[in-house]
């Protein structure tokens, strides 16, 4: 028996640890591991793939990004956004069935976001057996409780708000902490809260600037003079507007909300504001313990899916307990923060504006 893994979209924190997985159960097996270079573009002719021993995976565990590369610009389609789901073109899927079928390889192992599980899902109906695997630091895939890496960047955002705490304070200083998480809240929701932020605004609840500026002088009236608010890239401003930055070409991304909100903050409040956008510090780096155990648990299961033949079937996180979905369950739309949930309400709880 031969598989194949390939990595897709953006890189996170704990893809190796389910390469290390991958690899580790199909050799108890018997099996042999094909990795596919640069996600799916790996699968087309001129594509890169090399055979993957127990030995190549020794020490990868803790390393971040991925030992095969991964790219979320290909020629195959993918899903953007909750339902615009675009056809595989025929000749890359009849191109792929050749590449498999030359290598000898039997089942393919998918490891990606809402975009690359929606490829996934189609190359599945065209005829591929396919097991998706969850990844995504935005932790917005529905029929998974928890995606790895998203610890990993939850962690980013407190290192980060711990430093710019210290700073903050010493100046008497509003700082606007940007971090990612797409149309979700999950990353500045939970980093919030850790980090110690005074103001999290989460795309989940509209925010006005009169709440967040009431919570600004609200702090400098009762002699705390500094304030950390912490916002999601996604967020919409009160005008409705959500802000973006060109992508090379590629169109726009999200990007930008926290200079647009400090700007306005510091003009409401006549505070000094300062911004810090975290980006792509948030993918990078060594996984944390929970995304190594999370990613290798995650690749030993997608091996037992092979085995077992439920082939269309996602790897999934619920209750504590490593399962599986189809992975038309989680793509069928994102996983957003419950507004009314029990997290938003430890928040509020403990003193933190929601903005609204």
């Keep these: 028996m031969r598989i194949g ?4 979209g953006g890189d996170c924190p704990g893809l190796n640890a389910v390469i290390h997985g991958v690899v580790g159960a199909a050799s108890k097996l018997g099996w042999e591991v094909v990795g596919f270079r640069d996600g799916f573009e790996g699968l087309l002719p001129d594509g890169e793939h090399v ?4 030995a190549d995976t020794v020490g990868i565990m803790k390393l971040g990004g991925t030992i095969l590369g991964t790219t979320n610009k290909n020629s195959f389609a993918a899903k953007v956004g909750t339902n615009n789901l675009k056809d595989v073109a025929g000749r890359v899927i009849e191109m792929t069935k050749q590449t498999l079928a030359d290598l000898r390889v039997e089942a393919l192992i998918v490891v990606g976001g809402d975009g690359s599980l929606g490829t996934a899902l189609h190359l599945f109906r065209a005829g591929i057996p396919i097991i998706g695997v969850p990844k995504t630091i935005d932790n917005d895939l529905q029929a998974t409780a928890m ?3 998203f610890d990993s960047a939850v962690s980013c955002v407190v290192d980060a708000l711990d430093r710019l705490h210290t700073t903050a304070v010493s100046h008497k200083r509003v ?5 990612m998480g797409r149309s979700a809240g999950w990353i500045a929701l939970w980093g919030g809260i850790a980090g110690g932020a005074n103001v999290i605004l989460i795309p989940e609840i509209q925010f006005s600037l009169e ?3 009431e919570r600004v002088i609200e702090r400098e009236n009762n002699g705390h003079h500094s304030t950390m608010i912490v916002v999601a890239e996604g967020c919409k401003m009160p005008d409705g507007e959500v802000v973006t930055k060109e992508d090379g070409g590629y169109g726009p991304r999200f990007g ?3 200079e647009v909100l400090a700007k306005r903050v510091g003009e409401t409040t006549g505070k000094e504001v300062r911004a810090c956008t975290l980006g792509h510090l948030q993918r990078g780096g060594e996984p944390t313990s929970l995304d190594r155990i999370l990613g290798a648990r995650f690749g030993v299961k997608a091996v037992e899916l092979v085995r077992d033949g439920h082939f269309g079937s996602m790897v999934s996180y619920q209750a504590y307990h490593v399962g599986s979905v189809p992975i038309e369950a989680a793509v069928h739309k994102l996983r957003s923060v419950d507004a009314d949930g ?3 309400t430890t928040a509020r709880s403990i003193g933190i504006s929601l903005g609204d």
């Excluded at 893994?5 to 897709?8: F, Q, W, Y």
């Excluded at 700082?175 to 971090?179: L, Y």
Aim: net charge negative; aromatic share 4%; glycine share 12%.
């Design 175 to 179: 700082m606007v902490v940007e971090v």
């Design 256 to 258: 930008g909300i926290g």
């Design 147 to 149: 995606t790895f890496g």
């Design 5 to 8: 893994i390939l990595n897709s």
């Design 51 to 54: 055979l993957l021993n127990p």
């Design 211 to 213: 709440k967040v500026a």
């Design 342 to 344: 029990e997290v938003v």
